[in-house]
């Protein structure tokens, strides 16, 4: 798949903290309950943190007490790429950033309560957050 940002390895270890990189570009897991993102309430739109591509809107965002932020969807469907996952002897749908191909998190079809039904689980460190942008 090409995206829209293509940065080498190279350049994406030269852009990102080790642990970014882990999650961003190697597909990892932020522990549970550490993220900084998990408690943020404030009103705001969450970007990829690879590339600033938008991604979610605060309005979207619900408390799932899996340990992670976790949105009942994206900002728009072609914002993030969806991806069967066969790790880890299960299938889940890993979650992508369509504009670099960033790992996110999983999508799991488990959001009850929600409009959609989906619990977007995405790992904190993956995502900025800007307080007050457009809802």
Known sequence: MTYAVDKSDE????????????????????RPWTGELLDEERAGLY?????????????TKFDSHC??????????????????????????????????????????PDGFGTPTGDRYCMNSISLNFSPGAAE
């Open 11 to 30: 350049q994406w270890r030269s852009e990102l903290t080790p642990e970014q990189y882990a999650v961003l570009r190697e597909a990892g897991t932020e």
């Open 47 to 59: 970007t990829c943190a690879a590339c600033g591509a938008e991604l979610f809107r605060s309005g």
């Open 67 to 108: 340990g992670w932020p976790s949105f009942y969807e994206s900002i728009r469907p072609e914002a993030v790429e969806l991806i069967e996952d066969n790790s880890h002897g299960m299938v889940r749908t890993e979650v992508r950033c369509a504009n670099c191909g960033s790992h996110l998190g999983h999508v799991f």
